[in-house]
């Protein structure tokens, strides 16, 4: 299995999702155990008494940080240099990887340890730290083995969900000259070896960052390897790369979070490490990036704004059932699922991913897994009535014309019923064709045309109705009020 044709340019969804209908394997390992962890992670949140309570408290408190996030990240600031670290800001990408190289230049570092951090994957920081020479090494297993595997995460929180044992097994063999196996113990026996050097021999560490506290000016950083200890703290620099919506008001609603994120993300109680990171010891260099890269954008629409309360726990991703059958690279950017799909075509612009709201069944299963309260599919609405109605919508042509013969169908009784009748004639004689419905394109390779029945819903509701109100009424028997009403 490959990932090319991932491109960060982008999010072409539809095209992507048919690249993943063509990998059946990889799709349904990654579906059973996006199920599996959704299943077991549930359970786990119903056990808690309060959750609903939880959930409540987690969502007046980012709703709180989000509307006075100009306040709480200048406190944080503030805060953060008085105990000696480097603030650096930066409007995009482009100007984070440039502060990244200025860093990189002034401790003249040639190797970097990463802990998983998915807003330096918006950034591409692997690719600009090779072009100038540097090494940087993923330290997550995960991100270690996609790394290794030349692939992106097809998750937020477990990047390599779609390999298998065996998988790791054949990619430890090919790259690490290691003899195979599929055993989970000597699986992580190997790559603790392979990384165990590598921390030593970092100059630099990089990192995400979970939350930042304004009012002490920490920031948090939750893991269950101890990679991420080590990126921070053996390497002499260390680097913290945060969106600047991850802010929150104190370190006295911290365990709420905590509490939320790893029970809705791994099923845990408690992730099994939490670094407080307060500034810098001496001897050592401590950087905090603040990017928006169009955070902005989002925080300017009121109807999507919830969206910068997520907390990145991939509840809604395993929830999902369009998720779970095209997986995380058919969504074409960094974040995939529901999340990816509310917060990318702000992020990435309406023009390269406007079809991604349009990614869901609409079910709800994201918004009631949500620890934060997002309310996602009113979201995901919203964005398709953007999408239809931006100066360069999203539907080709010929997807314009048909929806509007739709709605002029739509528009009257007579036309309906006509609409129905020619449609239910054209699938009625479409296995007559010469070529097979299927060459339509990979939609209907996947799909049966359905078989039509002899009646259609209206005339069986009109014939029982009618039926039924020549039923005898039984003394004592309620009437149906619906059949009542079509008989009359
Ligand atoms: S939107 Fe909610 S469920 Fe999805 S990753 Fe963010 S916090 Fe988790």
Same mark, same amino acid.
């Given at each position: 299995?490959?990932?090319? /044709? +991932? $491109?960060?340019?982008?999010?072409?969804? *539809?095209?992507?999702?048919?690249?993943?209908?063509?990998?059946?394997?990889?799709?349904?390992?990654?579906?059973?155990?996006?199920?599996?962890?959704?299943?077991?992670?549930?359970?786990?949140?119903?056990?808690?008494?309060?959750?609903?309570?939880?959930?409540?408290?987690?969502? &007046?408190?980012?709703?709180?940080?989000?509307?006075?996030?100009?306040?709480?990240?200048?406190?944080?600031?503030?805060?953060?240099?008085?105990?000696?670290?480097? =603030? +650096?800001?930066?409007?995009?990408?482009?100007?984070?990887?440039?502060?990244?190289?200025?860093?990189?230049?002034?401790?003249?570092?040639?190797?970097?340890?990463?802990?998983?951090?998915?807003?330096?994957?918006?950034?591409?920081?692997?690719?600009?730290? &090779?072009?100038?020479?540097?090494?940087?090494?993923?330290?997550?297993?995960?991100?270690?083995?996609?790394?290794?595997?030349?692939?992106?995460?097809?998750?937020?929180? @477990?990047?390599?969900?779609?390999?298998?044992?065996?998988?790791?097994?054949?990619?430890?063999?090919?790259? +690490?000259?290691?003899?195979?196996?599929?055993?989970?113990?000597?699986?992580?026996?190997?790559? %603790?070896?392979?990384?165990?050097?590598?921390?030593?021999?970092?100059?630099?560490?990089?990192?995400? =960052?979970?939350?930042?506290?304004?009012?002490?000016?920490?920031?948090?950083?939750?893991?269950?390897?101890?990679?991420?200890?080590?990126?921070?703290?053996?390497?002499?620099?260390?680097?913290?790369?945060?969106?600047?919506?991850?802010?929150?008001?104190?370190?006295?609603?911290?365990?709420?979070?905590?509490?939320?994120?790893?029970?809705? /993300?791994?099923?845990?109680?408690?992730?099994?490490?939490? $670094?407080?990171?307060?500034?810098?010891?001496?001897?050592?260099?401590?950087?905090?990036?603040?990017?928006?890269?169009?955070?902005?954008?989002? *925080? %300017?629409?009121? &109807?999507?704004?919830?969206?910068?309360?997520?907390? %990145?726990?991939?509840?809604?991703?395993?929830?999902?059932?369009?998720?779970?059958?095209?997986?995380?690279?058919?969504? #074409?950017?960094?974040?995939?699922?529901?999340? #990816?799909?509310?917060?990318?075509?702000?992020?990435?612009?309406?023009?390269?991913?406007?079809?991604?709201?349009?990614?869901?069944? +609409?079910? /709800?299963?994201? #918004?009631?897994?949500?620890?934060?309260?997002?309310?996602?599919?009113?979201?995901?609405?919203?964005?398709?009535?953007?999408?239809?109605?931006?100066?360069?919508?999203?539907?080709?042509?010929?997807?314009?014309?048909?929806?509007?013969?739709?709605?002029?169908?739509?528009?009257?009784?007579? %036309?309906?019923?006509?609409?129905?009748?020619?449609?239910?004639?054209?699938?009625?004689?479409?296995?007559?064709?010469?070529?097979?419905?299927?060459?339509?394109?990979?939609? @209907?390779?996947?799909?049966?045309?359905?078989?039509?029945?002899?009646?259609?819903?209206?005339?069986?509701?009109?014939?029982?109705?009618?039926?039924?109100?020549?039923?005898? &009424?039984?003394?004592?028997?309620?009437?149906?009020?619906?059949?009542?009403?079509?008989?009359?």
């Amino acid at each position: 299995m490959t990932s090319q /044709g +991932l $491109h960060l340019s982008g999010a072409p969804f *539809l095209r992507q999702e048919n690249k993943g209908l063509a990998e059946p394997h990889g799709s349904r390992a990654l579906g059973e155990s996006a199920e599996r962890s959704s299943k077991h992670n549930r359970q786990v949140t119903l056990s808690v008494p309060y959750w609903e309570q939880w959930r409540e408290e987690a969502h &007046a408190v980012k709703r709180f940080a989000i509307h006075h996030l100009d306040q709480l990240l200048v406190e944080f600031e503030r805060n953060a240099v008085g105990r000696g670290a480097t =603030v +650096l800001w930066a409007k995009d990408a482009e100007e984070a990887n440039r502060h990244v190289l200025d860093i990189v230049q002034k401790h003249q570092v040639k190797t970097v340890v990463k802990s998983k951090s998915m807003v330096t994957e918006e950034m591409e920081l692997n690719h600009v730290l &090779a072009s100038v020479g540097v090494r940087a090494l993923e330290t997550d297993l995960g991100e270690y083995l996609v790394q290794l595997a030349g692939q992106r995460p097809v998750h937020i929180v @477990t990047p390599a969900l779609h390999l298998s044992a065996e998988d790791v097994g054949r990619l430890f063999a090919e790259k +690490l000259n290691e003899p195979f196996t599929s055993e989970h113990e000597k699986l992580t026996d190997i790559a %603790r070896r392979h990384l165990r050097e590598e921390y030593l021999r970092a100059d630099m560490g990089i990192s995400g =960052v979970n939350f930042a506290l304004a009012d002490t000016g920490s920031i948090c950083i939750i893991e269950n390897e101890g990679n991420a200890g080590l990126s921070i703290s053996a390497p002499p620099v260390h680097v913290a790369v945060m969106g600047m919506e991850k802010v929150i008001p104190s370190i006295r609603y911290l365990p709420l979070f905590l509490n939320l994120l790893a029970r809705s /993300g791994t099923g845990q109680k408690l992730t099994t490490y939490t $670094h407080l990171v307060h500034g810098v010891t001496p001897g050592r260099h401590f950087y905090i990036i603040i990017l928006d890269n169009g955070r902005s954008n989002v *925080l %300017r629409d009121p &109807a999507s704004r919830s969206s910068l309360f997520c907390i %990145r726990c991939g509840a809604c991703l395993n929830a999902c059932p369009v998720y779970r059958r095209t997986g995380g690279w058919a969504y #074409g950017w960094v974040y995939p699922g529901p999340i #990816g799909a509310i917060i990318t075509p702000h992020l990435v612009g309406m023009e390269d991913a406007g079809k991604l709201p349009f990614a869901s069944s +609409l079910c /709800g299963a994201c #918004g009631e897994v949500c620890p934060v309260k997002i309310d996602i599919p009113h979201q995901l609405v919203h964005l398709r009535y953007r999408a239809v109605n931006s100066p360069s919508p999203v539907r080709s042509p010929l997807e314009r014309l048909v929806w509007k013969a739709w709605s002029w169908a739509m528009a009257s009784p007579l %036309r309906y019923r006509l609409a129905m009748s020619v449609v239910r004639w054209g699938v009625r004689f479409a296995k007559y064709l010469p070529w097979h419905p299927a060459q339509l394109g990979a939609w @209907t390779r996947g799909r049966e045309l359905p078989e039509v029945p002899g009646y259609t819903f209206r005339s069986w509701w009109r014939h029982r109705g009618a039926e039924l109100s020549r039923e005898p &009424a039984t003394p004592g028997k309620k009437s149906n009020p619906v059949t009542q009403e079509v008989s009359a």
